[in-house]
């Protein structure tokens, strides 16, 4: 999702019985596809691209472009379960050849992109029809060795004797093109032939059933999980130009900085509250090998730095100031829509009742369009945001409550689900160190530190928190830290490098912090496992599950000596109890001086408890 101006802090949002989603699909999952994990479709995409066959379009074309905006409805599945979908607000570009009868169409079917990444298939324009040829692949899996190929057909429901429905899908292999009947004078394109659902209440199996265009996979037929009726392509507009950014390293003088500080985020999985960490790199600008005053900051936010833009200010000599005027781009949509720029503003919680009469905690969120500058101060080997506030160590909700770097979407100055404060960064000697060791939130309420999949999904997750400091506090230089995971009697995990293949070129027992940068399985504060304790497999976590941070730093073998050798420093292995194994603290009484958490998994103050969901002993309850 994109907007999140407001959201939930301590209460979660209900979904009525009637919504979309409680019908389940057999449709197979891919990887981790459905899995919703921050900032992955860019990567999935550049992924997917690699790894395509030549007859997979994933470049643009030659050819005049436009962005046209789509209306319709569509079925499509995510999660294991079938949501319906209006088409508006996925556009699809069209790039019209010289030859002015060859025209390419990217994301042609509703919902594919989210599932497949970007694709581009081909089409005829003769008089007022466009026609599209069936049997075109918009999609290789290298895990199934098969195509994802348009088709047109309409899925099935099949009730089991629970009453619970699951979709199939029948192919229709005599239609092996699609038309699109082209209205010139308001510059239209509407598919033709589909037929809609006999239903659009979302609680009816047959809201889901319509005809039209699709896709199939080509190893055992089986449907994409994608179906759109009723498709209007209309408005076509010339495709938005991205922002000038900067995106290679200035000339001029590079100090790396290895940053520390607070963020408050929302995700995917939520809102919470981490340490910042990451490289900060800082270039002094140099005009024919002469400094210029011109400074630049490479991801000021932590939050963004997958992205490796620049942002370009003025350094004063005399004071140490640095000064970055707001609004530059930190990153932009790949179709070209919209952009996060770099702003100041805050973050504060209120309460509210929602509509159903309860009282909970929200985020507010405030953008200082006052504000014309970022400073930073350097002095020494330090350098250091100043005016931020914040303490992310105060319990909910005070820790939500921070004024520093803001990320704004530029389309309508909404929130982009980033505020960091208390940034500093500082230059760090390379000398060995013995890491923190890493943390691990044992109170697991919110079912965020250890996730299993199982049969259900075959993928499972670990969440911890890495810090880039050494067990006195002093910062490390992260480009030297790794972990490992262990499993239940204290062995090592292997990461295989044939089932880990988008990270991974080589078996692995120690994933490096930074190789993050790659963002599918591996995160400095998480990790993804395959078939962990899937039907059919070896459960690998009956128990617990652990992780250790490992510093390496090459030092002289002796004093003046050329030649280095590495000195590998490990912390302490830090492990998670899985909770569904403990059944003696199950059976145990309940400790009525156990300590309390808030839902976001905060240890609060249990003699003055604001209203709220707390959990005490594993249980939910509530104060009013």
């Known amino acids: 999702m994109k907007k999140l101006s407001v959201l939930f802090v301590a209460l979660a949002v209900a979904v009525s019985a009637s919504a979309a989603g409680q019908f389940k699909s057999s449709v197979r999952s891919i990887n981790k596809y459905q899995i919703q994990k921050e900032n992955v479709m860019s990567k999935q995409s550049i992924a997917n691209a690699k790894k395509s066959p030549a007859r997979v379009i994933t470049e643009q074309p030659e050819g005049e472009a436009f962005d046209y905006q789509r209306t319709g ?89 629970e009453g619970n429905y699951t979709i199939g899908f029948t192919r229709d292999e005599s239609v092996t093109a699609v038309t699109y009947t082209i209205d ?76 520390a500080g607070n963020c408050i985020y929302s995700s995917l999985f939520g809102l919470g509250t981490s340490a910042v960490d990451g490289k900060m790199n800082v270039v002094f600008g140099k005009t024919d090998g002469q400094l210029d005053g011109k400074v630049y900051i490479q991801n000021p936010m932590w939050w963004f730095d ?40 805050s973050t504060y919680v209120y309460q509210d009742v929602d509509e159903n009469g309860e009282e909970g905690y929200y985020l507010g969120t405030e953008l200082d369009e006052e504000a014309e500058n970022i400073y930073y101060m350097i002095a020494d080997d330090v350098i250091e945001l100043q005016n931020s506030e914040g303490d992310a160590t105060l319990e909910f909700p005070e820790n939500y409550n921070a004024t520093g770097l803001y990320a704004m979407y530029n389309d309508d100055q909404s929130w982009a689900g980033a505020l960091e404060f208390g940034v500093k960064g500082q230059i760090v000697n390379l000398v060995p160190a013995v890491p923190a ?50 499993t239940d009697d204290d062995q090592i995990f292997t990461f295989e490098a044939a089932t880990y293949s988008y990270d991974l070129e080589e078996d692995m027992t120690e994933i490096p912090y930074w190789i993050y ?93 604001p209203a709220g969901i707390y959990i005490q002993n594993g249980k939910k309850f509530i104060v009013k």
């Open 73 to 161: 409805g569509g079925t499509y599945a995510s999660g294991g379960s079938l949501y319906l979908g209006d088409q508006a607000g996925t556009k699809a570009r069209f790039v019209f050849d010289a030859d002015g009868t060859t025209v390419y169409i990217r994301d042609l079917l509703y919902g594919s992109a989210n599932s497949f990444g970007h694709a581009w298939v081909q089409g005829t324009i003769e008089g007022n029809t466009l026609t599209v040829p069936m049997g075109q692949s918009i999609y290789w899996s290298d895990q199934y060795q098969a195509d994802v190929m348009l088709c047109w057909g309409t899925p099935y429901a099949e009730q089991n004797e």
């Open 184 to 259: 010139p004078e308001n510059q239209t394109y509407t598919l033709n032939g589909t037929v809609a659902p006999e239903s659009t209440d979302a609680s009816d199996i047959n809201a889901y059933l319509g005809t039209g265009l699709s896709a199939y996979w080509t190893d055992d037929n089986s449907w994409s999980g994608c179906l759109e009726w009723n498709t209007v392509f209309s408005d076509p507009a010339e495709p938005a130009v991205a922002p000038t950014m900067i995106t290679e390293q200035p000339e001029g003088d590079l100090y790396t900085y290895y940053r």
């Open 306 to 345: 997958g992205n490796n833009t620049w942002v370009e200010g003025t350094y004063d000599w005399m004071t140490g100031m640095i000064t970055i005027p707001v609004g530059q781009y930190l990153s932009w949509n790949e179709d070209g829509e919209y952009g996060v720029q770099l702003m100041w503003g």
């Open 517 to 609: 940068s790659n963002g599918y399985d591996f995160y400095p504060y998480r990790v993804y496992f395959y078939r962990t304790n899937a039907q059919g497999f070896e459960p690998l976590f009956e128990r617990r599950i652990g992780v250790q941070a490992i510093y390496t730093v090459d030092v002289p073998e002796s004093e003046g000596a050329p030649k280095k050798v590495p000195v590998v420093n490990k912390s302490n292995i830090v492990y998670y109890e899985l909770p569904n194994t403990a059944i003696e603290t199950v059976k145990a009484e309940l400790d009525v001086n156990a300590p309390v958490y808030n839902i976001m998994g905060q240890k609060m103050n249990a003699k003055s408890l």
């Open 437 to 486: 060791d890493p943390i691990v939130d044992q109170t697991n309420e919110n079912n965020y530190t250890w996730n299993d999949g199982g049969d259900e999904s075959g993928y499972s997750r670990f969440s911890f928190e890495m810090p880039t400091t050494d067990v006195d506090g002093n910062m490390i230089d992260p480009e030297h830290l790794s972990y490992s995971i262990y």
